[in-house]
Every structure is written in C-alpha cells, then in structure tokens.
C-alpha cells in the first residue's frame, strides 16, 4: 500500500503501519544570504502576469514560490499560462522549479476550477475512500494547471459552534475520523502529483473566530492539544507527509506566542515530539492574528528562529521586506546558520522532488 509520497522517495505503508525509507538528498547549489533568505519566503502577487518585482525576486533567487488567488486567472488556460510564465523565469544557476500554492480545500475555499467541489464537511460524511479518490482528482487537475503544493487538507477538529466547523471546513469532530479522512484526501493529493499540506498545527478547531480576522487564544490544556487536536497530524506524519501549516492563533498552555512564531511548537510540538522531518509553513502572516506580533520582518524572522522552514505573505511588497528581514539576520547572526541552512536544505529538496 502506497503512503503519501506518489513516489518512492519517502514512506511506504505497510500492513496499515508506516515504515520510512530514507530518500537520497539532491545537493544543493552553494547560495548567498540573500538567496539563503528567499529560499524560506513563499508569495502572493496581483494581476494574471507575474509584475516585475516579483520577476526581479525570482531572478534574484529571492523567492521559493508563490501562492494563487482568485485574481491571478480567468480560466484554466490562464492558470497553467500562468504557472508556465512563473516557471520560465530565469532563476540563479542550481536552484530548482518554483513552489506553486493554492488554497484548494473545497467548498468556500476553492480557489482555482476544478475539484474538489464538496466541502470538507461533505467529502468527511463519504468516508476516507470517497476522500481518496476525490484527492486524487483533485492532485491531477493542479497539476495539469502547473500547481504543484495544495494547502490543504485541514485536520481541524469540528468543533459545533466553532469557525472553522461553521464554516464547513472540517471533516469529522473526533480525531481518528479526521485522521482517516484527511490522510486518505493527502494521499490522493500525492498519487495526482501534488504535495499536501496538513493544517492548521497544532489544531485551530476551538477558535471562535478565523485568525484572519482576530486573534485567537487556544486555551485547550496542553494534554487535550495532544491526544485530540495533534492526534490527525501524527497519521499524516507516519503516512508521510510533506508538509504542515503552522497555525498563527496563540495556545497558552504550550507558548505565548502565535504557533508558527514559536519554537516550543514549531520545533518542540512538530518536530520533536511528532517527528516531523518535512517542510514546515507559516499561515498567512498578513493576518490579524499575525500582525498583532509585529510586521513582516519581525514576523519573519520570528518563525525562522522558530524553526518554521517557509514563510507565507499574500502581499509583494510584505514578502521583499521579510526576505531583506532573514537575509540581515543571517548576515548579522541573529538567525542561527545550521538551523537556517536545514530549513533551506528541506524546502530545495522538495521543490527538486516536486520538479521531476
């Protein structure tokens, strides 16, 4: 039984337990603070071409990849127009294919044609088969448009009364309904071509309001955050799974500070505790929630001494100023270097993979 992975490269399933195979590390191209910096940023942008500015960090190497929105296509012609532009553009001598993102969840959030048109609420109700299938559309119909990274699928508990449950963005309410339910989708995710991204660590399936929209104190004891709200990305780890989102709300019993901004979580919970070797992303730091810690270079630089390998800005000009922010910190060794340079030797590698 296959895991995650669409190829061999990372986990297999076997007998319904996860057993990891060690997948040779591409060697990476010997980079400057600055292309080190824009290795750990990820974009959004206006308009359906790439605007010069964002041609100009590509060509820089100051950027790892871009996330789409609503407003950067008419069609499916223009997606894949689009993402084969993005490709095109000259990039530093080593450094391998863009990450292409989307938010394609289903239901309200959908942001490019195609499947899957259920929410996640509808697609939970169908049971982990239906999911799998339905991922496994969805992973084809992104990669025939030049999309490579889905962030999705959400591993929230539903909590009734709660956003993301309101929202119909959840599968199930009980934890190993969500595990069976979310892994099956990201498998799907991965046989169709494309990188899954579970989210939001270490759960958002309490917060009564989006972290968009306010800040968000998860006030869960720390032991019901890990044997409930964890216990979906634990399933994804072991079937092994690429990627996971950090949420920005705030859980006090594990750390003052936003989760993606903290090292006890992002490093402590995700990594050592989980065993997490994937690639690591920040939530949108445009939000609410994020910008009550400080703009984008304090954002920035707070989720990579958190250990947060990618750092996610839906604004151009929000993105150069967190890539000045880590390339300064680096330089000025504020940002540990071993640290830093693992994090970039995690993300090149799967956007190596994700290039083949």
């Given at each position: 039984?296959q895991g995650l992975l669409a190829t061999a490269v990372a986990a ?345």
């Open positions: 039984m297999v399933m076997l007998s319904g337990a996860a057993a990891r195979v060690e997948a040779p590390v591409p060697k990476q191209p010997a980079l400057s603070d600055d292309q080190l910096a824009g290795a750990r940023v990820i974009t959004g942008f206006s308009g359906q071409r790439p605007p010069a500015g964002l041609r100009r960090m590509i060509s820089a190497g100051q950027v790892s990849g871009v996330i789409l929105f609503d407003g950067n296509f008419r069609g499916r012609d223009s997606v894949r127009r689009l993402t084969a532009r993005l490709q095109a553009i000259p990039r530093p001598a080593g450094l391998p294919p863009l990450l292409i993102t989307v938010d394609q969840e289903g239901g309200l959030v959908r942001r490019l044609p195609g499947p899957p048109r259920p929410s996640a609420a509808s697609i939970g109700a169908r049971g982990a088969a239906f999911a799998e299938r339905l991922g496994r559309a969805t992973g084809e119909s992104l990669r025939s448009m030049g999309v490579n990274v889905d962030l999705a699928p959400v591993l929230d508990l539903g909590r009734p009364g709660r956003a993301i449950f309101e929202e119909g963005r959840t599968f199930a309410r009980k934890p190993g309904a969500v595990s069976r339910i979310g892994t099956g989708f990201a498998r799907g995710l991965a046989t169709g071509g494309v990188a899954a991204t579970a989210k939001h660590f270490p759960g958002l399936g309490a917060a009564r309001i989006n972290t968009d929209n306010a800040v968000q104190r998860i006030r869960l004891p720390a032991a019901k955050l890990r044997s409930a709200d964890e216990r979906p990305y634990t399933s994804f780890i072991e079937a092994g799974g690429e990627m996971v989102m950090l949420s920005t709300a705030v859980y006090p019993a594990l750390s003052g500070k936003p989760a993606a901004l903290s090292r006890a979580i992002a490093t402590g919970e995700l990594r050592d505790r989980l065993g997490f070797q994937g690639v690591s992303i920040t939530d949108a730091l445009g939000s609410v929630s994020a910008r009550a810690v400080g703009g984008p270079a304090r954002t920035a630089t707070d989720a990579a001494a958190a250990g947060t390998d990618l750092v996610l800005y839906t604004g151009l000009a929000d993105a150069a100023r967190a890539q000045r922010a880590l390339a300064n910190g680096l330089s000025g060794g504020s940002l540990e270097r071993a640290d830093f340079e693992a994090s970039v030797n995690r993300v090149l590698a799967l956007r190596s993979r994700l290039g083949d």
